[in-house]
């Protein structure tokens, strides 16, 4: 997080589908000077094989195809 100052930032934990930024985040910039996001991508390095997306892509396309839309 950033160091304190007098600006107002906000923290987005919710969805990070595209239509749901729309209408979640985009919105809440008339109220805050900042909004800070949650990286959408998982960290493979501290994830259980089985849910790993580098040991298993094929099971995990679609949302990787999901959050590289999201994220360009």
Same mark, same amino acid.
């Given at each position: 997080m950033p160091p304190p100052? %007098? %600006?107002l930032r906000a923290l987005? @934990?919710?969805e990070n589908e595209p239509e749901m930024m729309l209408q979640n985040v985009f919105r809440f910039c008339l109220y805050a000077d900042q909004i800070l996001l949650v990286n959408p991508f998982d960290n493979p390095n501290v994830m259980a094989e089985k849910f790993n997306p580098i040991h298993h892509p094929g099971e995990w396309r @679609?949302?990787?195809i999901r959050l590289?839309?999201?994220c360009c």
């Open positions: 100052d %007098s %600006s987005y @934990l919710g @679609l949302q990787t590289v839309y999201w």
